[in-house]
């Protein structure tokens, strides 16, 4: 917790404006009780009318300082807490975008987006009323005893034995609920983690049936998580009978042993209420502190959390070396006995492969599901560093390379097609800011997308959050030519054609090989029709070279290959 303070820096003045306030208003409110007094012993007792008024203006001026320093208090502590969250939060998001994917697959997207959010407003919760109260309930409370020593002392010695037993009490419960608390916290990131999966793949459990296992598995979180908080809610719920009861006990201790005092002529009857008013103020504040202390404690366990996510080096960040200069390398690509372990797993993806790419080529990635044909091509922008061996690129290791450098030579379109809020014209600058309509339209078209134009009302047609208004085929070609619009030296295409019928998909490819400016291109694909026009065609079994050449040369040579051409076609028609 203490690391992200820093991020309460330019708020220096508002955190100490906000208790001040605070304790400017607890100030007021413990004269309230001497007022009250000389009301009961002058105004009352002596029958002076005028003096009952005059103090009832007192009290009333009292409130409205005492109001306008709570308000005061509050605006101040809330512009700090605020303030706070939200360069923590810009802070979390920016780290967040320096993941590499290994650290993003390593940490969750769940668990990311629950201390972005829920985290977040605990974090903010804890803030403001720590500015507000931490300081203000102990003034009370120790204010309040020493006000009642002013007034009488023997009297007051209830006030020495009771804040203590009180403390036991409200600080024992609080201890055996925090923990408690930290379970629940648990119990809800499942919750929320059930709920994001089950609303991300409503589709498919639609398409399985499997809503009522479903909804039968989030009831049983959810119950675990109800029965969680109704546990912490039972304990929680003595604090205040308990507290009220001792607090009862002290006060007609203290009423005792003020009427005794009180007809005895030591104090008088307005003292008295005095006494009993500090003893109903301790009460309050106390119970206040503790809801305080839970509060800020579920706070600093969400601060931990985050903390967390900070702690982890942004693999991203990291300051590249000075690039290299691009060497006299005859090849564009090379990937040299590379292998590929992805973190705690227990088997390489990626083992020996050996490729060497010419500028201007297309090489075509072919195998099974999970034979590690994207773990491949996400190493060439450095999504992934290969653990074994080394991948140039125009000669240079990738690592040598700045990755701004490496990436802006790159287009990647990938699996799944991302698109973003906003036009189709806001999507394709993201391939290059400063890109003309004109340089726009020809990307489009390359891509064989404009026909989606035409459907969507020109490049100011709108899209929505994840392209939702958009089918799946008409997602991918914008995506492609979201690539082309950068102009790239290497375009990677993974499977990004699968939903594209053989017409759309061989028009593309046509469309690619007719660039001005020849990119080296990769194709990702299931299809052996994609890939059959490469200028050689790379074959992956379990992430090994199962075989590399051309597309004849592999139907005759390589079984893996021929086995996956001859389940797409007839062999008696081939």
């Known amino acids: 917790m203490k690391k992200l303070l820093v991020y309460l820096k330019e708020y220096r003045r508002e955190s100490i404006l906000g208790p001040l306030f605070k304790l400017l208003e607890a100030a007021f409110e413990l004269f309230v009780p001497l007022v009250v007094a000389s009301i009961v012993d002058r105004g009352i007792g002596m029958g002076e009318k005028g003096y009952i008024t005059k103090m009832c203006l007192l009290l009333i001026l009292l409130g409205i300082i005492g109001l306008v320093c709570s308000v005061t208090a509050q605006y101040f502590a809330a512009k700090a807490s605020v303030g706070f969250v939200k360069k923590l939060r810009h802070a979390l998001y920016s780290h967040i975008q320096g993941f590499s994917y290994q650290q993003l697959d390593h940490v969750g997207t769940a668990t990311l987006l629950t201390r972005m959010t829920s985290d977040m407003n605990q974090v903010q919760t804890g803030l403001n009323l720590a500015l507000r109260l931490l300081l203000r309930s102990p003034f009370v409370v120790f204010g ?205 993806s990626l083992t020996g492969i050996n490729l060497a790419v010419r500028p201007g080529e297309t090489v075509g990635i072919i195998g099974g599901t999970g034979s590690g044909k994207t773990s491949l091509v996400n190493l060439i922008p450095r999504f992934y560093d290969a653990t074994k061996g080394r991948v140039l690129v125009s000669g240079v290791d990738v690592r040598e390379w700045d990755r701004s450098s490496l990436r802006k030579m790159i287009g990647i379109v990938p699996q799944k097609a991302v698109l973003f809020q906003g036009t189709i014209r806001e999507n394709l600058l993201w391939g290059n800011e400063n890109a003309s309509d004109e340089e726009l339209m020809d990307a489009v078209a390359a891509a064989q997308a404009m026909d989606v134009l035409s459907a969507k009302g020109g490049l100011d047609g709108k899209v929505e959050q994840g392209g939702r208004n958009l089918s799946g085929g008409q997602r991918q070609r914008l995506g492609i030519a979201r690539a082309l619009v950068r102009r790239p030296a290497i375009l990677i295409l993974d499977d990004s054609s699968s939903a594209l019928d053989y ?61 996956i051409y001859e389940s797409q076609y007839n062999p008696a028609t081939v």
Request: charged share 20%; aromatic share 6%.
């Open 503 to 563: 017409a759309t998909d061989a028009a593309l490819r046509k469309a690619l090989q007719a660039l001005d400016y020849h990119p080296t291109v990769f194709v990702v694909s299931q299809r052996t029709s994609s890939i059959a026009h490469a200028s050689q065609i790379l074959v992956l079994e379990d992430g090994r070279a199962a075989g590399t050449g051309r597309h004849e040369t592999l139907l005759e040579t390589c079984p893996v290959y021929r086995e």
């Open 144 to 348: 309040a005893m020493i006000m009642a020593f002013t007034i009488d002392a023997r009297s007051a010695l209830w006030f020495a034995a009771a804040i203590p037993a009180l403390s036991v009490v409200v600080f024992g419960i609080m201890l055996v609920s925090i923990p408690l608390y930290n379970k629940v916290q648990l119990l809800l990131d499942r919750v929320l983690g059930a709920s994001r999966e089950n609303l991300t793949g409503v589709r498919v459990l639609r398409a399985f049936g499997k809503e009522e296992d479903e909804t039968r598995s989030f009831s049983e979180k959810n119950q675990a998580l109800t029965d969680a908080q109704n546990y912490v809610g039972r304990i929680l719920a003595l604090m205040n009978p308990v507290t009220y009861v001792m607090i009862n006990l002290a006060v007609i201790l203290l009423i005792r042993t003020g009427a005794l005092r009180v007809e005895a002529g030591i104090i008088t009857q307005g003292a008295l209420v005095a006494l009993y008013n500090y003893m109903s103020q301790i009460l309050v504040e106390l119970i206040k502190m503790a809801n305080l202390i839970i509060t800020i404690t579920k706070s600093v366990a969400c601060a931990k959390r985050i903390q967390s996510v900070l702690d982890i080096p942004a693999a991203e960040n990291v300051p590249d070396r000075p690039s290299a200069a691009a060497s006299s390398s005859p090849y564009a690509v090379e990937f040299s006995d590379v292998g590929l372990c992805y973190d705690k797993a227990s088997e390489d």
